[in-house]
């Protein structure tokens, strides 16, 4: 069955960096499109990022525009979330996704097929 574990989430100063990885299986990875999404309490999941198959295009929301940035390593099928500047704000769950359909196209209304268990991240005052 597909699986996609996040790793790398923690404690993190406001200010600091902090990388968070996904390891997909079960699935053809270079087939799928990924993304990063978020929630918080009473919040909606919220798609930050996503990455096209092969890697070439992405999708930045405006929140996270400048500071995070997302990759994918197809030969390891592992997709990461690359976060700078953390803000209070940015604490949350964080998921991994991977969909068939054009997620940096669709942007806010991709809706992927397959989700990791999120991986917390909280960032201090």
């Known amino acids: 069955q597909v699986q996609l574990v996040e790793s790398g989430g923690g404690l993190v100063q406001a200010g600091g960096s902090l990388r968070l990885s996904c390891a997909a299986s079960?699935?053809?990875?270079?087939?799928?499109?990924m993304g990063w999404f978020r929630q918080t309490p009473g919040k909606e999941r919220e798609l930050l990022l996503a990455?096209?198959?092969?890697?070439?295009?992405?999708y930045a929301g405006y929140s996270v525009k400048g500071r995070f940035t997302i990759s994918r390593d197809n030969a390891k099928n592992m997709v990461y979330l690359q976060m700078n500047s953390l803000k209070p704000e940015d604490t949350a769950v964080y998921y991994c996704?991977?969909?068939?359909?054009?997620?940096?196209?669709?942007?806010?209304?991709?809706?992927?097929?397959?989700w990791g268990q999120g991986t917390q991240v909280t960032v201090s005052s």
């Open positions: 079960g699935l053809t990875f270079s087939s799928y499109n």
């Open positions: 996704a991977a969909g068939n359909t054009a997620a940096v196209s669709m942007g806010r209304q991709w809706a992927p097929d397959y």
């Open positions: 990455i096209s198959r092969s890697g070439g295009s992405t």
